[in-house]
């Protein structure tokens, strides 16, 4: 099991891998390259694994035709692990190597949603664009496909057994509150006594508060959010007397980490404040020590930020015990040709020439890579950027909360969501990506 733990840490691409391997090639790998699991940093154990002739022989050429994302130069190329189930895998059209985050969307007409709209009570009303009332469902007509293979489709019984006695929990911003959300519906329609799951602190909404815990008592499982859209810690700086000024102290994680540092399973993610007004402009926000900048570019800032929170990682989680992943941005699409529509769109957009360049953010993306490849602690980094780039048609749009009010008299109707995602929806893929990472690693956690 180690040695699938490391094998399952970030790629330079940071992308996860699945692969068929025979399983008398797998046996080998495993025995000569265990011992750099425990006396090599993983790097290292990258550089020896690229340079080993069988399995540079597995690696299929690039292909060129399609877009790539940015790579980090010094960690794993790639990440294999083998499935003698093909209910779990799935089938593959490729005998080498898949990479799940590379594909496009595909009609899938005959599937239903995980869960159904508007079923779920622990949803946010801001991300329940059913009960705002959007009249269209083709959205929910698609799955992600990677290119050459087939994922395994998500398995809400299995995946309550994956997580039996963990507590997996997102730590982030309202995207991964998004993410939260989907998995704890999805996991709630899997559930045999649906009324036996509950929030535990009572909650029946699920968007103000900094914290939120849902059981599962068939399963002894929580799924939890913590609030922390920097990861470091938002601040308040003094200037004269009793007037304080607003920072971000780029030296110092936040201080929910006492929320979650004990958690089987991390689920990390920071990414759309950080192009914010305010901290795109940079101009006496950002503060290290004593010290606030007059002036930081928002690039150096997340960098900044980012090795904070590696630091903290890489000191106060236990790798062998507990399972950590960095999901990466999510597409917008405010402003572009791709801009999110009103639900009239035919669908996902289908070539790749289309997508607009200002919806890759792509400095944010080299720099969570090259973090990542610097860290002794393993991270899955779950590349939803270019899936969800595909995904105009895929947002609340005007079917947001402020609409439902606007139809009762209030106000807000004109606004228009462009950054979150209806669920059901999009984030379903993404935690079908994170359920085909934990049936790698055997459920993950201790």
Not at 126 to 136: A, E, I, L, M, V
Not at 183 to 208: D, H, M, P, Y
Request: glycine share 8%.
């Amino acid at each position: 099991m180690e040695s699938a733990k490391k094998l399952s840490a970030i790629s330079p691409r940071t992308h996860l891998l699945f692969a068929l391997i025979p399983p008398f090639v797998f046996l080998i790998a495993f025995l000569c390259l265990s011992p750099a699991f425990t006396t090599t940093s993983t790097n290292n154990f990258a550089s020896r694994l690229l340079s080993s002739p069988f399995i540079s022989s597995l690696i299929p050429p690039s292909e060129s035709h399609r877009m790539k994302l940015p790579t980090a130069a010094a960690a794993i190329e790639t990440v294999r692990w083998k499935s003698t189930n093909e209910e779990e895998l799935g089938s593959s059209s490729s005998s080498s190597s898949c990479d799940i985050f590379d594909g496009n969307w595909v009609p899938d007409e005959d599937s239903d949603p995980l869960y159904s709209p508007g079923s779920c009570p622990f949803l946010d009303n801001s991300f329940n664009c059913f009960k705002n009332g959007r009249p269209d469902s083709g959205y929910l007509k698609f799955r992600w496909k990677p290119y050459g293979c087939e994922i395994p489709r998500f398995n809400g019984r299995k995946m309550l057994e994956l997580l039996r006695g963990k507590r997996l929990v997102f730590v982030g911003d309202s995207l991964n509150r998004n993410m939260w959300q989907a998995l704890v519906c999805t996991l709630r329609e899997s559930a045999k006594n649906k009324t036996g799951i509950f929030e535990v602190f009572g909650r029946r909404e699920f968007r103000t508060q900094g914290f939120y815990s849902v059981r599962f008592p068939e399963a002894n499982c929580s799924l939890d959010f913590v609030k922390s859209p920097f990861l470091v810690q938002e601040w308040k700086s003094p200037v004269s007397g009793s007037h304080h000024r607003e920072t971000l102290r780029l030296d110092m994680i936040q201080g929910s980490f006492s929320d979650y540092r004990d958690a089987d399973i991390i689920v990390f993610n920071t990414g759309h404040w950080w192009t914010h007004r305010k901290t795109n402009r940079g101009k006496n926000y950002y503060q290290e020590g004593s010290h606030v900048y007059s002036k930081l570019r928002v690039t150096e800032a997340y960098k900044k930020a980012l090795a904070t929170w590696s630091q903290w990682v890489d000191s106060n989680i236990d790798g062998n015990r507990t399972k950590v992943f960095f999901r990466g941005y999510s597409a917008s699409h405010f402003g572009t040709a791709q801009r999110c529509d009103d639900g009239s769109a035919a669908g996902p957009v289908t070539n790749e020439a289309e997508l607009g360049a200002g919806d890759y953010p792509w400095w944010m993306m080299k720099a969570v890579e090259s973090v990542i490849g610097e860290m002794k602690t393993p991270v899955f980094y779950l590349n939803v950027t270019k899936m969800t780039s595909y995904r105009r048609d895929g947002h609340p749009s005007i079917y947001h909360e402020r609409r439902a009010a606007a139809a009762s008299g209030g106000g807000g109707a004109e606004f228009q969501d462009c950054s979150h995602w209806c669920l059901p929806g999009v984030p379903d893929a993404w935690n079908q990506l994170l359920y085909a990472a934990l049936l790698l690693d055997g459920g993950g956690g201790r």
